[in-house]
């Protein structure tokens, strides 16, 4: 059971942005070296699923090995699903290295998911974790979505990619956040109508990553004006897609990297009065 809040509480806020995600590892290893330990997680999206690890204790090279030991192509459903993520083999994974319930976490947690059937915001605290694990990760057509009573549960980072609001309505006072979907600008093409009729079938996959990359970016831009973290952690994870699973070294090392660089401005955050 995680233990009262202090009254200047700390919190760390892990946004979504799938393998890109994994440079919230870089990020509590260079904390951790740096004598920072929040005093409560939010999480969306991939940065939930980081944060419950870090919640439940894990070390960053721990955490770093269970990444690196992924067997991602057992976890694939092979069925008619259509789905890329096996539900089974999730639900298994999870239960091998998480507790079941929130209330077992050294520190408080609160996850982020979207309902789709009213269309908000939800935050899950209490009770079932790794429910509200896959619910906060069940990216659409990669994941199943999660029925939770009434609701119908998919990714968080649809509406709330960065979940600082969380970590302010669990009881933080100051809050240090990381964006793991910076948009890279791109190369603009010479001649964009001969890029377009020679585009490949993979393309049009690109084309809505891309689509959604630019949509995420600026609802967050919109929600960080609102709520603004004390510390925003941005990693150049430059090379790395959402579902570059196989590049975890070079989104922890982003991570790592961007932490260590913003390592005077957290130092005198953790010092300072809320």
Partial sequence: MPAALETNALGLALGGGGARGLCHIGVWRVLAELGVRPDLVSGTSMGGLVGAFLAAGYSADEMEEIARGVGWMRMIDWGLSGRLLSTKSYRAWLAEHLPETFEELELPLILTTT???????????????????RATTAYPGVVEPVPVGDAIFVDGGILNQIPVDGALFLGARRVIAVNATALEPLERPQNIEKVLRRRPVTGAFKEAMRAIDVMQTQLTMARLSLYRP????????EGVDLQDFHKSAEAIAAGE????????RITRLVGSSP
Avoid at 115 to 133: M, P, S
Avoid at 230 to 236: N, Q, S, Y
Wanted: charged share 25%; glycine share 8%; hydrophobic share 40%.
């Fill in 230 to 237: 004390d510390v925003l952690i941005d990693p150049a994870i």
């Fill in 257 to 264: 990297t961007a932490t260590r660089e913003a390592g005077d």
């Fill in 115 to 133: 309902d789709v059937v009213d269309g908000q915001v939800h935050y899950l605290r209490t009770g079932d974790l790794h429910t509200a694990i």
